[in-house]
C-alpha cells in the first residue's frame, strides 16, 4: 500500500508539473501573439505611409505630364492660329491683287463641289 501512495503521489506531482508547464505554455504563446499583433500593426503602418508617399509621388509625376502635354497642345494651338492667319492674309493678298480671276476660282470650286455633292445624292 506504501508503493500504491507513493505511485499516487508521484501522479499527482507529475499531474501538477505538466499543468504548470501548461500553464506557462499558455502565456507564453499569448506574449507571443501579442508581440506579432504588434509586429504586424507596425509593419502595416510602415508600409501603409510607404504607399501613400508613392501614391502621392506617381500623381505629381502625373499631373507634371499632364501640364506639360497641355502646355504642348497649347504651343501647336497658336501656332496652327499663327498659319491660319497668315494663309487667311495671304488669300486676301491675292483676291486683293487678281480679283478676277479669284472669282472665277471661287466659281469654279463652287461648280465642281455643287457635281460632287449632286452625284452622291
Request: hydrophobic share 40%; glycine share 8%.
Amino acid at each position: 500500500m506504501n508503493g500504491d501512495k507513493r505511485t499516487d503521489q508521484a501522479k499527482a506531482n507529475i499531474s501538477d508539473s505538466i499543468g504548470k508547464d501548461l500553464d506557462a505554455l499558455r502565456a507564453e504563446v499569448a506574449r507571443l501573439a501579442e508581440q506579432l499583433s504588434a509586429y504586424v500593426d507596425e509593419e502595416k503602418s510602415t508600409w501603409s505611409k510607404r504607399f501613400s508617399q508613392e501614391a502621392r509621388h506617381a500623381r505629381r509625376v502625373f499631373d507634371d505630364k499632364v501640364n506639360e502635354a497641355g502646355a504642348k497642345a497649347g504651343e501647336f494651338g497658336d501656332a496652327a492660329k499663327e498659319q491660319a492667319a497668315d494663309l487667311q492674309q495671304a488669300a486676301l493678298d491675292y483676291i486683293a491683287r487678281k480679283p478676277l480671276q479669284s472669282v472665277a476660282i471661287a466659281a469654279g470650286i463652287g461648280l465642281i463641289l455643287g457635281l460632287w455633292s449632286k452625284g452622291r445624292s
